[in-house]
Nanobody
Framework: QVQLVESGGGLAQAGGSLRLSCAAS????????MAWYRQTPGKERELVAR???????TYADSVKGRFTISRDNAKRTMSLEMNNLKSEDTAVYYC??????????????WGQGTQVTVSS
């Protein structure tokens, strides 16, 4: 069994900062990609940032220049540094990861989500 556990959400003021962390535990597997998604009520879950095993990153246009994703392959952890927060960043943030497999569709895993609220 695999668990992704997020931490670090909470309340911040507009212009402030928060740091989210995600740790994988349980069955040992090689993580290929890790990502942060977010979702607000009535909207689809959207990709915020993604990082693959070699460190290559992808960001949503709305967070470029403000958020930084990083990971530690050995510790199987990932972080999201969020700076210059805006009210529109308010959402539940989810950690996601997939497994490096030689072929076929890789298993995917989700965390339980952590609330980020930005007050203006």
């Amino acid at each position: 069994q695999v668990q992704l556990v997020e931490s670090g959400g909470g309340l911040a003021q507009a212009g402030g900062s928060l740091r989210l962390s995600c740790a994988a535990s349980g069955r040992q597997f090689v993580i290929y990609a890790m990502a942060w998604y977010r979702q607000t009520p009535g909207k689809e879950r959207e990709l915020v940032a993604r990082i693959i095993r070699d460190g290559t990153t992808t960001y949503a246009d709305s967070v470029k220049g403000r958020f930084t994703i990083s990971r530690d392959n050995a510790k199987r952890t990932m972080s999201l540094e969020m700076n210059n927060l805006k009210s529109e960043d308010t959402a539940v943030y989810y950690c996601w990861a997939d497994e490096l497999v030689p072929d076929g569709i890789p298993p995917e895993f989700w965390g339980q989500g952590t609330q980020v609220t930005v007050s203006s």
